[in-house]
Structures are given as structure tokens and as C-alpha cells.
């Protein structure tokens, strides 16, 4: 980053960046909802399929309030925590423990995008872009819930076990 770049080139790269990371999430979520033993957690995956199709269809509401053409840039970060989630699970056989690692792995996806949505949040109100801001909150409001739907079942599944 150099100091002559402006808060809305910034914002534009992240657009990009995350455009291209929601798509890479629509590749993943099928596998995983097909390689999830729980039917709730392969729901979960299925349900957050549908709402990322939503928030790709928002990002590029978003590109036109900027009077741009939807574009992806790769982005090694996602890349890089999907490319290790299916690393991760590869070799697990007891299926209580595949489901296990693809919750962290999914978190771990939610967790990056809570980040980029809230930074790019800031950034959009900062530059004047307010419905801009309300399109990607919508979308933050999906992550949350999405995060928080893991948590409740990875802690459904301890219990599960220790019961
Ligand atoms: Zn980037
Ligand atoms: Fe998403
Ligand atoms: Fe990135
Ligand atoms: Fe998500």
C-alpha cells in the first residue's frame, strides 16, 4: 500500500477481493454440505449457499454504486483458508471428527469475511457511500449469523460426545 492511494481505491480493492472470495465460498459450500455426516450441519452449509448467492448479487449492487463492472481479485487469504480446510479433513475417517473440522474450517471462512465486511462498512460510511454501507451490512448481519450457527453446533456436538 502506498501513501498516494486514496480510501476509495482501498475500499475498491477489497470489493474485488471479497467478489472474488464470496465466489470461491459458492465453490466450497457444496462440497462441504456434501461431505457433512450431522443433517444439521450440511443444512447450515446449505442455507448459507443460498444467502452467498444473495451477497454476491449485493456485492455487485455494490460495484454499480460505484460505477464499476463486477471484477474478483484473487485473493491468497481465502484462498489460503479454504485450500487448508480441505488439507485438514482430507484424512479424517470417524465422521463426528470430519464434521468437527469443517466447522472450524467453516468458522474460520466466517471469521475472514466478519473482518473484510466490517472494515469495508467503515470505509463505505467514511466515504459518503451510505447505501453502499447498508447492502454490506446486510450481508455482515448473514456472517454473524452464520458464525453463530457453527458455534452451536460444533458445542451441541461436544456435549453429544460427552454425554
Ligand atoms: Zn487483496
Ligand atoms: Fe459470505
Ligand atoms: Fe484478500
Ligand atoms: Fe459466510
Known sequence: MTATK?????????????YYAEKQILKALPKMAKKADSDQLRQAF???L????????RLEQVFELCG?????KTCPGIKGIIEEGQESIK????PDVLDAGMIADAQAVEHYEIARYGTMIAWANQLGMTDAAH???ETLD?????DRLLTELAEGQLNRQAA
Not at 484424512?91 to 470417524?94: E, G, N, P, S, V
Request: glycine content about 4%; charged content about 30%.
Open 142 to 146: 448473514q456472517e454473524y449469523n452464520a
Open 68 to 72: 464499476l463492472k463486477p471484477a474478483g
Open 46 to 48: 446449505e442455507h448459507h
Open 135 to 137: 447492502l454490506l451490512q
Open 50 to 57: 443460498k444467502e452467498t448467492e444473495g451477497q454476491v448479487q
Open 91 to 94: 484424512d479424517a475417517k470417524d
Open 6 to 18: 486514496s480510501l476509495e481505491d482501498l475500499f475498491v480493492h477489497l470489493l474485488k477481493d471479497v
